[in-house]
């Protein structure tokens, strides 16, 4: 079975969509019935035993082309089965979706963004989703109800093991030193800009604007640097905030050393640092919004996400020897059930779902039909917006 997987999310984002692929094309890679080859349209990692193709910068200009062109290069391949890091499609050759989140479904972002077009788009043409919780498998059927139950499934993320797991006192000591850490840290993952305000970062902020007596710093990790004008500027003397960007290695370090991971966010298709950081002992504070419920089990603090003296209470709580244990001991054991070889494998099946597919009337019917739309979508297709 031939495989082409577009890299196209490689060079266009950097967010936990790059780890779930970075972490599941080398599993694919150790099937004997699978050959992939990776469209690399910029920034996409080697992987043994993967051939990587230079392939066209993905734009919005013509994104109707840009599936001719995928086409033209599966055919000419002889792909079997084709899946996408993002949202991009051919015209001829059956397709597996993996499905992050509705975000922008959920929160009614512009239905006329060439992005969430294009979403709607792979969605359409994929003869199999795999979704990353058992919420985005829910929300997608809420969105797209044509979709067969048994074209969908729930293919979990993992973490993985060899980096992240609780570190020794001396690599933690040695992280706080490289970094200048002398007070009692808290974490923060991801975007904090108003623009995804999902994440929820403002409802940190106004918790910390009240936070006393205690000395705390709190990292956010990756994400944005914030412009100047966008600094908190009335935090108390007692609160320290900033923005770093650390590799793997430094994450689990930054976790194993921390009060806790804040995770406020209200909606997640899955939500990786609140495993990653469970699996480095580190205790965490998150909502039970969109998948994060799902996913966190008993091991965490909740919090309805609204409210910050609810969070401050539970940063507060989370500092006491016995409630931090038994968040230590709950996280390594719920962190411990999320495997990337089970993710792989579940996207494997579906894979083999859809090439077998590929020969039948039916599945040539749409195929073809599907190419005549997307000539015509072509032709008249309107460019950047």
């Known amino acids: 079975m031939k495989l082409v997987v577009d890299g196209v999310f490689y060079q266009i984002a950097r967010s936990g969509i790059g780890r779930v692929w970075s972490s599941i094309l080398p599993r694919l890679s150790e099937?004997?019935?699978?050959?992939?080859?990776?469209?690399?349209r910029g920034g996409c990692p080697q992987f043994p035993g993967i051939t990587n193709l230079p392939f066209p910068s993905y734009s919005w200009l013509n994104t109707p082309a840009d599936s001719f062109l995928i086409d033209q290069f599966c055919r000419d391949c002889g792909a079997d089965v084709f899946a996408s890091t993002y949202y991009t499609t051919p015209v001829s050759v059956p397709a597996v979706q993996?499905?992050?989140?509705?975000?922008?479904?959920v929160f009614a972002f512009d239905a006329g963004n060439k992005a969430w077009e294009e979403k709607k788009v792979a969605i359409a043409y994929a003869s199999y989703y795999a979704c990353i919780s058992n919420n985005t498998l829910c929300d997608l059927k809420r969105f797209h109800p044509y979709i067969d139950d048994d074209r969908l499934s729930v293919a979990y993320c993992g973490v993985e093991p060899r980096m992240f797991?609780?570190?020794?006192?001396?690599?933690?000591?040695?992280?706080?030193?490289r970094f200048q850490i002398t007070r009692p840290y808290f974490l923060t993952v991801g975007h904090r800009k108003q623009a995804v305000g999902y994440k929820n970062f403002a409802l940190l902020l106004s918790a910390l604007r009240r936070f006393r007596p205690a000395e705390i710093e709190v990292l956010c990790i990756g994400g944005e640097a914030p412009a100047d004008d966008e600094e908190p500027r009335d935090l108390p003397a007692n609160v320290t905030l900033r923005q770093i960007d650390l590799d793997d290695d430094e994450l689990a370090c930054a976790y194993s050393g921390a009060e806790a991971l804040v995770y406020p966010s209200l909606y997640e298709g899955f939500g990786l640092p609140v495993i990653e950081a469970m699996a480095c002992g580190c205790p965490v504070i998150t909502t039970k919004l969109g998948s994060l419920g799902e996913v966190a089990g008993d091991a965490a603090i909740f919090i309805s996400g609204h409210d910050d003296e609810e969070l401050r209470h539970a940063m507060a709580s989370v500092r006491s020897n016995w409630r931090r244990q038994e968040l230590i001991e709950k996280?390594?054991?719920?962190?411990?059930?999320?495997d990337w070889d089970e993710m792989a494998?579940?996207?494997h099946a579906l894979l083999g779902k859809?090439?077998?597919?590929?020969?039948e009337r039916q599945m040539q019917e749409f195929l073809a039909n599907w190419a005549r739309l997307r000539a015509l979508q072509a032709e008249v297709d309107p460019g950047d917006r």
């Not at 996280?331 to 999320?338: K, T, V, W």
């Not at 859809?354 to 020969?359: I, L």
């Open 354 to 359: 859809a090439a077998a597919e590929k020969g």
């Open 31 to 40: 099937r004997r019935d699978l050959e992939i080859i990776l469209l690399d």
């Open 331 to 338: 996280g390594l054991r719920r962190a411990a059930l999320y």
């Open 345 to 347: 494998r579940e996207v």
């Open 98 to 105: 993996m499905i992050y989140d509705m975000i922008p479904e």
């Open 165 to 177: 797991h609780p570190r020794e006192k001396k690599q933690i000591d040695r992280f706080k030193e």
